[in-house]
């Protein structure tokens, strides 16, 4: 590897001109003449947080939800000088702890091949589509994008069956849309909307303050019913003639055309009743699509028994943790606890429910002596 050389700009970029760098020597991109007048005071042409925001409030539906300086946030803070307050979120999320163990949770299929989906997909196929009818309706893009790229980080290991594991031993239960707002992401200081969306994002809950929680209400749904739906075909679990006729005939049967016809439906329903809703023909379809996958995928022989195996394993952790609260880091780094403790039994919740599939399994086994043969299928710790 060559070392920096000041004269020829390794290592540095290239010298566009006195003092100034660029990525490429041979760089000729420019920007060209800004169009519109920059904003007083700001230099020229700067697109800075002040004038996004400006821009946000010109362009945007009523109804989307405005970023206002640093947002309303439980701890006070100064706005950024670039980003709105939802762009600052977005940010966030993307470089906290909770999303990057997505990529090691189970979406349908615990330790994914190469081609199926994590819950870390998930969310950044949730956060497209969510996206792209926000961005058609006139809402709040960052927004959006924040609460779908957070929507799932409160999930447990070994997907909807660690709620089943760890609602017993919690007075309030565990839900993942609800633990993933006040406990996942509570250190990251979001604005208010943001956790509203991420906490109410299932439609079992109270419907999010938003147009733009609403919209991710949608998105989640119809990026899982398709994209589980083509995990499980190409798994060889179904095939596309087991959809039903009425679903094939109103959405198809390739991915691409079953998002095109419920995001077409979502953002053409929305536009013209001026509130996030679908057409109840397309809603039907939707819902007739994601009971055949209830039926032929997620409560199938081998996913009810995949689910049992993630319960047992998880709820012997908490066990184990709840006994050894001095065993989990966060409990050691806040001064200790001791076991019987009020909080022990919730710190193991916590710790447990933060593991990836693999972390857990591998330390069922080597904390416990839990017997391989009886983890979860497709896991060898």
């Known amino acids: 590897m060559s070392g920096f050389n000041p004269d020829t700009?390794?290592?540095?970029?290239?010298?566009?001109?006195?003092?100034?760098?660029?990525?490429?020597?041979?760089?000729?991109?420019?920007?060209?003449?800004?169009?519109?007048?920059?904003?007083?005071?700001?230099?020229?042409?700067?697109?800075?947080?002040?004038?996004?925001?400006?821009?946000?409030?010109?362009?945007?539906?009523?109804?989307?939800?405005?970023?206002?300086?640093?947002?309303?946030r439980a701890r006070p803070e100064e706005p950024d000088e670039w980003r709105t307050c939802f762009e600052r979120d977005r940010d966030r999320i993307l470089h906290s702890a909770a999303f990057r163990r997505l990529a090691g949770k189970t979406q349908v299929f615990i330790f994914p091949d190469d081609h199926l989906r994590t819950r870390l997909t998930h969310a950044l196929e949730v956060a497209q589509v969510a996206t792209s009818v926000a961005r058609a309706c006139g809402l709040n893009?960052?927004?959006t994008?924040?609460?779908?790229?957070?929507?799932?980080?409160?999930?447990?290991?070994?997907?909807?069956?660690?709620?089943?594991?760890?609602?017993?031993?919690l007075d309030e239960g565990f839900d993942h849309?609800?633990?993933?707002?006040?406990?996942?992401?509570?250190?990251?200081?979001?604005?208010a909307p943001t956790l509203d969306g991420v906490a109410n994002h299932s439609w079992s809950l109270p419907a999010p303050s938003t147009c733009e929680g609403e919209v991710v209400s949608w998105a989640d749904r119809i990026a899982y019913v398709c994209h589980d739906w083509e995990d499980a075909v190409r798994s060889g679990i179904v095939s596309p003639g087991l959809l039903p006729e009425a679903v094939r005939a109103r959405c198809g049967t390739r991915r691409g055309e079953q998002l095109g016809t419920f995001i077409g439906a979502l953002v053409e329903t929305t536009v013209s009743a001026g509130r996030v809703a679908m057409d109840e023909e397309t809603a039907l379809t939707l819902a007739r699509f994601r009971e055949f996958n209830y039926e032929h995928i997620y409560l199938r022989e081998?996913?009810?028994?995949?689910?049992?195996?993630?319960?047992?394993?998880?709820?012997?952790?908490?066990?184990?943790?709840?006994?050894?609260?001095?065993?989990?880091?966060?409990?050691?780094?806040?001064?200790?606890?001791?076991?019987?403790?009020?909080?022990?039994?919730?710190?193991?919740?916590?710790?447990?429910?933060?593991?990836?599939?693999?972390?857990a399994c591998r330390q069922a086994v080597a904390l416990l002596g839990w017997d391989p043969a009886k983890l979860p299928k497709a896991i060898d710790a």
């Open 177 to 191: 849309a609800l633990w993933g707002a006040r406990v996942s992401l509570a250190s990251l200081n979001l604005c």
């Open 302 to 359: 081998a996913s009810v028994a995949q689910g049992a195996a993630v319960v047992a394993v998880l709820r012997a952790l908490v066990e184990h943790f709840a006994d050894r609260p001095n065993a989990i880091p966060a409990v050691v780094e806040a001064g200790g606890l001791t076991a019987g403790e009020p909080g022990a039994v919730r710190a193991a919740v916590g710790y447990v429910a933060g593991m990836t599939d693999r972390f």
């Open 141 to 143: 893009v960052a927004l």
């Open 9 to 72: 700009g390794d290592d540095a970029g290239g010298r566009a001109a006195p003092g100034l760098r660029v990525a490429h020597a041979d760089s000729r991109a420019e920007l060209g003449a800004p169009p519109g007048a920059a904003r007083p005071g700001a230099g020229p042409a700067v697109r800075d947080r002040r004038w996004r925001e400006e821009t946000e409030d010109a362009t945007l539906v009523p109804g989307a939800t405005r970023a206002d300086g640093a947002g309303d």
């Open 145 to 169: 994008e924040a609460i779908a790229l957070g929507h799932d980080c409160g999930h447990g290991p070994g997907g909807h069956a660690s709620e089943d594991a760890l609602a017993p031993y």
